[in-house]
């Protein structure tokens, strides 16, 4: 039996609800935390070489530690998760909010913040109302509130609805959204909130994943934790595989230990590519990441080693396409994507998106030209120099050097197609 | 006068309580307003304005970057459906074609009895179970246009109001407790704390 750490509910249809929760453990960590010092929690989470969960990977610990040499004035959770075919917070958020409630607390405690917030994407409608129920039931159990459990330390915590906008998930426009603005990111530098963050005070930004650790982090240690996985890559993960598999879900996995052939295939994960087909290509961490192929099948599923091979694990989201499915119609719907949650701020991202998805549309649609594959790639180096990995920046924030990730993977791999594009007018495939 | 209800009054400005800037409100205050009225109406908007202390205009030009956010009429119920990769790979331009044949409505358009409103979503976040389907913001899960056509002749008739409210209305649990920690105490915690800090620093030395 692998371990698991924030699915351990899974089993229990009522898993959200604070019977459910008190009665498996839930606050015991907070209440352990609590009898540490703020220091030590921090100690325990630097232990665990616990890596933010949110798509960038930074080490939790490290995040902090910049907070802990001036008192930090907010903690804010995003749950704003909108990264194409990613929905392991959607998972944590409905299934376990006091596994989340308990989480911030933590966290809040080990940065001696006394108001939190936790930014939830407002198409979770489900999910907002359960979280407002663990936070109510938190206060009313002494969890939140004056002199939590009688240690003296107090904390407020409110959950804030979105409003339907991929780029809030980008932290800084996250938090000009949470001061009731459009959610336009901010430039850098500041690269990190800890310096200039919510009101212009120094504000800790973590993902929900991340702190939904913290509780098992503190109850079994962080050494327990980063015994877990291997190299950087500690503790266990949520991986959110959908596409072309039997069995698309959530499943949590130690980290290294699985490759995305296991996740894939496995009986108890994937369970194999749908209709027994083959693997064309796999996008290995959201649609921000350059594309697998069927030899980078073996890779483990460890951030280091991803990246190694030029993606990222990013959001932790696997998207299998099979051998009949078209490339140039997956490029054109992701590149769709990010043209119309461009914010609109800087030229190369939001011209460039727009560009880029009305060529891939011809070439889709017909009406394709011969030369329009280089174009392609000319108009993706104009976003993101060179097209190397990780991409080099013209714009405030990484959605704008993202778009090219799909588009280059494809064209580099499968340039016949869309060669054949143009001769056939159009995709031969249809949908 | 105000144009929400006492009710819903009272309850805004509980919200605007819970931030330490009033205008964090505004995008909650713009889900509660559409909750009344089923989209942001032009006195909604001066209304919040005045709750968070900006103009009308700053609430009109914040809201309209939000898809969520609607500044013209909405159906009763806003079905979304999504075509991102996932949902492609499961057929959901097929899906939505249905729909459209369906409603009789392009996307972005709503049905001559004003009742639905259809939009191609991007990712919704439940890519499991795809082609993914929200009405109001919930998720309905028919994955097939059979039971896409049953869950609309089921709206149509009245049916399932518990379960998806009509549009606007997004988080029907109440929060119970307002602040605890007031922002003087606060203010003389960080003090405090700031000198414990600085005692350890200086311990430590």
Known sequence: ?431 | MSHFSPALRAKAEATVALYPKKRSALIPLCHLAQGQDGYLTEAAMVEIGELCEVTAAEVRGTATFYDMLHTDPVGKYVVGICTNIACMLAGGDDLLEHAEQRLGCAVGGTTTDGLFTLEETECLADCDIAPCVQVNHRFVRTTTPEALDALLDELAAGGRVDEIPSHGTLIRVERTVGLQVPKDVIAEERAAAGAAQAARMEGSK
């Open chain 1, 1 to 431: 039996m692998s371990t698991t750490i924030v699915t351990a509910r899974r089993a229990f249809d009522d898993s959200f609800t604070i019977e459910r929760a008190l009665a498996t453990g839930a606050y015991e960590g907070l209440k352990k935390a609590l009898s540490m010092t703020p220091e030590a929690v921090c100690a325990e989470v630097d232990a665990a070489s616990l890596l933010g969960r949110g798509g960038a990977g930074f080490p939790a610990g490290r995040k902090w530690s910049m907070l802990r040499k001036n008192p930090t004035t907010y903690l804010v959770i995003n749950g704003d998760e909108s990264e194409p075919a990613t929905f392991k917070d959607h998972y944590l958020i409905e299934r376990d909010p006091h596994q989340l409630v308990e989480g911030v607390i933590i966290a809040a405690y080990a940065l001696q913040v006394t108001q939190a917030f936790i930014f939830i994407r407002g198409e979770f409608a489900l999910g907002l109302e359960r979280v407002t129920q663990a936070i109510n039931e938190a206060y009313a159990h002494g969890a939140l509130g004056r002199n939590i459990f009688g240690s003296g330390f107090s904390l407020d915590l409110v959950v804030h609805p979105g409003a339907g906008a991929y780029i809030c998930g980008e932290e800084t426009a996250l938090l000009e959204s949470l001061e009731g603005k459009r959610g336009f990111p901010r430039i850098k530098p500041p690269f990190f909130p800890a310096a200039i963050g919510l009101y212009g005070e120094p504000t800790v930004v973590n993902n929900v994943e991340t702190v939904s650790n913290l509780p098992w982090i503190v109850s079994n240690g962080g050494a327990a934790f980063a015994a877990l996985g291997e190299g950087r890559s500690t503790g266990t993960r949520l991986f959110a595989l959908s596409g072309d598999v039997e069995r698309p879900g959530v499943f949590e996995v130690e980290m290294v230990k699985s490759t995305f052939r296991d996740l894939i295939e496995r009986p108890e994960l994937g369970g194999g590519v749908r209709g027994g087909k083959a693997v064309k290509a796999i996008i290995p961490g959201g649609v921000s990441a350059p594309w697998f192929f069927p030899e980078d099948l073996d890779t483990p599923l460890g951030q280091d080693e991803v990246a190694a091979k030029n993606s990222m694990l990013g959001s932790g989201s696997i998207v299998v396409m099979d051998e009949t499915r078209c490339m140039v119609r997956a490029a054109w719907r992701i590149t769709k994507f990010f043209s119309r949650e461009s914010c609109g701020q800087c030229t190369p991202c939001r011209e460039g998106s727009g560009w880029l998805e009305r060529v891939l549309y011809r070439l889709e649609h017909g009406g394709g030209r011969m030369e329009d594959v280089d174009l392609l790639l000319d108009l993706c180096d104009n976003i993101a120099p060179g097209l190397t990995w990780p991409p080099q920046q013209t714009t405030i924030c990484v959605l704008g050097p993202s778009i090219p990730s799909s588009i280059h993977s494809a064209i580099s791999r499968f340039r016949e197609e869309f060669i054949a594009h143009v001769h056939d007018g159009g995709c031969r495939h249809g949908r």
